[in-house]
């Protein structure tokens, strides 16, 4: 699923639970994830309904940088409703 500025925040609200990839496509460890991250989400979407993954890119909607407080990238954020759990910092 691809996010953008207008409905990244209702996407948080609907799901119950969503994995975020905040990513530029200048980023070169993005870049190497993008083939990670479809393998990735074509499995989730295979074997575990209750989990959905999306992506926004944060050179096309550079509001959701503040918003989100991103200092890095790839971010990568699961949200369990409208709740931040985790952030991956690997």
């Not at 953008?4 to 190497?32: M, P, Q, R, W």
């Not at 990735?40 to 096309?60: G, M, Q, S």
Request: proline share 4%; aromatic share 10%; glycine share 6%.
């Amino acid at each position: 699923m691809i996010l953008d500025g207008d409905n990244i925040s209702e996407a948080i609200d609907v799901f119950d639970n969503l994995a975020i990839e905040f990513y530029t496509t200048s980023c070169g460890h993005c870049i190497k994830l993008e083939p990670i991250w479809k393998r990735l989400a074509f499995r989730v979407n295979n074997d575990l309904p209750n989990l959905t993954l999306a992506r926004i890119n944060c050179e096309e909607n550079p509001e959701v940088v503040q918003t989100f407080k991103l200092t890095g990238y790839p971010a990568i954020r699961l949200y369990s409703g409208s709740k931040k759990e985790r952030e991956y910092e690997g």
